[in-house]
């Protein structure tokens, strides 16, 4: 699989492999944190609103009671044209109030998309429009300093202000569960996609060290498979076999070396080769030279002698 690698070139490609996995896995966090980000900022936004609905319907109802104080200030004190005056423009603020605050109860939870919470507001914004009208038709008949009408003139409209008490009383409650509610749903969804980025993370991360080791054990093996073919060779050829070769198929550095080791064998056994031609050779002339010539027996003893040994030095290589 990696015989045409070269040894630098694989454990560059392993530091590349671990560095690509390390970089996938810091990706994957960095989005993962940015989307817990994201929703949890959406979660805090739309809290954030349900509060504000919240405030505006409990400043409502506050304003709402102030405005029935007024109503009741203009029957009680209301005995002469100045004081009346005054009374009923602060009714007119506190009325004005109310409906502001209803408007943006209504407004913000159109984009909240509570529909049960928008129908009752606007539910609550007609019946305030009616309340307003029944307490200006009762106006007309009460005449400053006549306060023996303010017991009836009170009773044209406390049916209605009660209605709508306890409908701005049932949206508190219907805005304070909702509180609760996306409050307990961010943790949920943060719990929840925190565990989801922790055991994907450990996934990945066991990926990467899975992957990392195979390839490591891989190119290891590779190399350690290499050096014991050199490492056998090189016993036998301590031992004066010249015939076996190296495994130059490999094109990394001991692919090389093997090759250059080769080339170095088939060189020696050549010269080995042109050698013992060479004695025989020279064995052979010898014995002719003996034959032809008066040479005596020791001379010749000591020439065999000489061409035995160098026979021996070379079949020792």
Known sequence: MFKNIKILTKLILNGLMVFVFLSVLAIFVLSSIMYLQKTTTAHRNRTQQVSAALFHVMSAEI???????EWKNILIKGDSPE?????FRQFEQSESEVLGEVNQFNRISGELELDKERTL??????????LGKQYRKALESFKPGESGNTARLDLLVTGADQDITQKLG?????????????????????????LRVIGITASIS??????????????????ATSI??????????????????????H???????????????????TI?????????????????????NDISGRETALIHQAISNVSEFIDLL
């Open 228 to 249: 014991r073919r050199v490492s056998g060779l090189s016993v036998e050829l301590a031992k004066g076999d010249l015939r076996g070769r190296f495994d130059s198929s």
């Open 206 to 223: 066991l990926v990467c060290v899975f992957l990392v080791l195979l390839m490591a054990v891989l190119i290891g093996r590779d190399i």
């Open 170 to 194: 049932t949206l508190v409650m219907m805005m304070k569960a909702h509180i609760d509610s996306s409050i307990e749903e961010e943790q949920t969804s943060s719990s929840r996609t925190l």
């Open 121 to 130: 507001g606007k539910e609550l914004q007609e019946d305030l429009a009616d």
């Open 63 to 69: 304003a709402f009671k102030t405005q029935g104080m």
């Open 83 to 87: 004081i009346y005056l005054k009374y």
């Open 251 to 269: 094109k990394d550095e001991i692919g090389s070396m093997s090759l250059s080791l080769n080339e170095f064998l088939d060189r020696l056994t």
């Open 272 to 292: 080995i080769l042109g050698i013992r031609t060479s004695l025989a050779e020279t064995d052979r002339r010898s014995r002719e030279l003996i034959r032809s």
